[in-house]
């Protein structure tokens, strides 16, 4: 017999048929904290539960704001949240991270098919001057949402449109999905040219690409600090050189020698575990783990180190925002807007960065994972 999970009313009804059917138990599935009824209207279907992730907190970490956050961090991994806490301190002891955002946008890139060249060229050109006008399409859709601006690239008789939406403290993709279908259908009318797709893979969504790199999307965003030498020998037990070393051997050369989209040494480590604590999308890790961490060592000795994401996908409303536990990790940071957010999680991925990069400047990566990442045996 196979369970038919459209017939169950509950989660527990959907848990009791799963367990009956593959006779086994899922007494730790069952407990959870969140409201099953907006659960399963937003959130997730066919819903029997939850999966716990262990959650740790790491910090403060100074922000030269005058402000210092605490970081809850949700992983399976050992050793994760004890780096970034040691990152954590050297930042601060430094004076803090400077740090920098650029509301790039949300996109969402549909693909029209035209009759031929000729054709999608002139259904660009269209789009292009009445520009204003699907603008106020756009925002008929959402009070929170304002379209930007739009990239276009025609192959063959396919016109790609990549189009760029403010949408505020949200992260949005739900939003600028309504929206383009709102557009794409007037799109259709005026140009005769049909929507294949309202996401054509321009956008480019949940998938590595150099397109997300160079132009961005949803926010842009540089952190850096000046380590004095002290802080490197006393709290990452080594020297600027060496680290500004790793990074060049490793982040810069190994990276180009296999062809890497991201000159980092784990953004995707950090960005998973934020996104995990605060109800982000984890499928927007992928945008996440593209950037580029550099070092320097400056005339004084002292270690100037920067990282740079080009694609973070943020909100702090909406989606998994909204569930109880997401909600006091969120109030843990005390984060106020999405620019604030992603400003936390910038300086969060350049501590994670700094301490695994002297960790390895070290020698001590395995004995770190060693010590606090492998089961006793």
């Known amino acids: 017999m196979v369970v038919d999970l459209r017939g169950f009313k509950s989660a527990k009804e959907r848990r009791v048929g799963v367990e009956k059917e593959l006779q ?77 955002v650029e509301n790039v946008g949300m996109t969402r890139g549909p693909v029209f098919k035209a009759k031929n060249l000729g054709t999608a060229m002139k259904a660009e050109i269209w789009i292009e001057e009445n520009f204003k006008y699907l603008a106020k399409i756009a925002a008929s859709t959402s009070s929170h949402l304002k379209l930007l601006k739009a990239d276009y690239k025609v192959l063959g008789r396919n016109l790609f449109v990549r189009f760029y939406f403010d949408t505020q403290d949200a992260m949005g993709m739900n939003m600028v999905t309504i929206a383009t279908e709102e557009m794409a259908k007037i799109i ?39 380590l004095p030498k002290k802080v490197v020998g006393e709290i990452l037990k080594t020297t600027p050189e060496k680290i500004a070393e790793v990074v060049e051997r490793k982040v810069h050369l190994g990276s180009i020698l296999s062809g890497s989209l991201g000159f980092n040494a784990h953004f995707a480590n950090i960005i998973a575990a934020i996104f995990l604590a605060t109800g982000q999308d984890p499928a927007h890790v992928v945008e996440g783990s593209l950037g580029v961490t550099d070092a320097e060592i400056l005339e004084n000795g002292d270690l100037y180190f920067s990282i740079y994401l080009p694609a973070l996908m943020v909100g702090t409303v909406g989606g998994g925002t909204n569930l109880a536990t997401q909600k006091e990790a969120l109030s843990i940071m005390g984060v106020q807007n999405s620019k604030e957010f992603a400003e936390i999680i910038a300086g969060a991925v350049l501590a994670g960065e700094l301490s695994l990069l002297a960790s390895l400047a070290e020698g001590s990566l395995a004995r770190a994972h060693e010590r606090l990442g492998r089961e006793k045996r």
Do not use: M
């Open 24 to 100: 086994i138990k899922l007494q730790n599935i069952a407990s959870y904290a969140f409201d099953e009824a907006i659960v399963s209207s937003r959130n997730c279907e066919n819903v029997i539960g939850a999966i716990h992730v262990p959650l740790g907190i790491a910090g403060p970490l100074k922000i030269i704001n005058d402000q210092s956050y605490y970081l809850p961090l949700a992983t399976t991994e050992g050793a994760l949240v004890a780096s970034v806490n040691r990152g954590c301190k050297a930042i601060s002891l430094s004076g803090g991270a400077t740090v920098y």
């Open 188 to 226: 259709e009318q005026k140009t005769k040219a049909t929507c294949v797709s309202l996401a054509g893979n321009f956008d480019i969504d949940k998938k590595p690409a150099w397109l997300n790199f160079i132009l961005g999307r949803g926010k842009k965003v540089w952190a850096e600090v000046v």
